[in-house]
């Protein structure tokens, strides 16, 4: 039986590359050799910089703008890059909102708004990324970027807790359902790292406390962007429908907390 031969440049599709993880994850991917399609919501100045730190590893980089507020019509974006780059081996759906309101307090029109962009927005790409994928006949990744509340709730964060888990679970059954095409599908569930989301955008992770992380810190970005960029390459052509947790050791807290403990007594019995 023969196989296709790996086309000489690979080319991968990041939502929300503007800042934070998606930015970092299109710079190692270029520094990995692909070529790299940036889709940006509010921030295009942010995308245009991405963009630049692509091409400064001598790889081309296409950016467009995706609003996954507007479905189905956003994931066209995923077939525009696509046609632009040429190709698309690499899908990360990174793209993402939450809130922080009281269950009863929330209304529909918010909880819809953070479903459509955390779970049915990455739903309709993967969709998209994949035709194409199946369609080239030489395999592919997607990588889901959820989140620690993928895998444990949060108090004020009902419809992002709901949306990442869901896209956790989602993650499986593409797993299951793309392996005959030699499609992998895994997600990353990112605990606090220092990103404009959680408001941190010019800080040294480093040199935060954080008492209730084992580690002590908050995350850098290029840490959870190795993990998508190793799931990304050829090393991980096993691994498949698994949720790579980067996160400090914070859910394996427990019930003893997290990133909002103020002390380190929970160190000692």
């Not at 369609?135 to 889901?144: E, H, L, M, P, S």
């Not at 959680?198 to 850098?220: M, N």
């Amino acid at each position: 039986m023969s196989h296709p031969t790996a086309p000489s440049t690979r080319a991968a599709v990041i939502t929300g590359a503007d800042s934070g993880i998606g930015r970092a994850t299109a710079v190692r991917l270029a520094a990995a050799g692909m070529d790299v399609g940036i889709t940006w919501h509010s921030d295009r100045e942010g995308a245009e910089e991405t963009a630049e730190e692509v091409r400064a590893h001598g790889r081309r980089a296409e950016v467009a703008p995706m609003d996954l507020t507007r479905l189905p019509g956003a994931a066209d974006t995923v077939d525009e890059l696509c046609g632009r780059l040429g190709r698309v081996d690499v899908l990360v759906n990174n793209a993402g909102t939450g809130t922080m309101t009281p269950f009863l307090d929330l209304d529909l029109s918010t909880v819809r708004e953070v479903l459509d962009v955390d779970l049915i927005g990455p739903f309709l790409c993967g969709q998209k990324a994949a035709r194409h994928m199946i369609r080239q006949g030489d395999g592919g990744r997607i990588v889901n970027v959820t989140s620690v509340h993928e895998h444990q709730p949060r108090v004020g964060a009902a419809p992002y807790c709901a949306a990442k888990g869901g896209l956790g679970l989602l993650t499986q059954v593409m797993a299951l359902e793309l392996a005959e095409h030699g499609i992998t599908v895994n997600a990353v569930a990112p605990g606090e790292i220092a990103t404009p989301m959680t408001g941190q955008e010019d800080t040294d992770p480093h040199t935060e406390r954080r008492p209730g992380v084992p580690l002590g810190r908050p995350g850098d970005a290029r840490e959870v962007a190795a993990v998508i960029a190793f799931l990304a390459g050829p090393d991980a052509s096993y691994v498949t429908g698994a949720s790579w947790s980067v996160d400090g050791g914070m859910l394996r807290m427990g019930p003893q907390a997290g990133s909002h403990l103020t002390g380190d007594d929970w160190r000692r019995p």
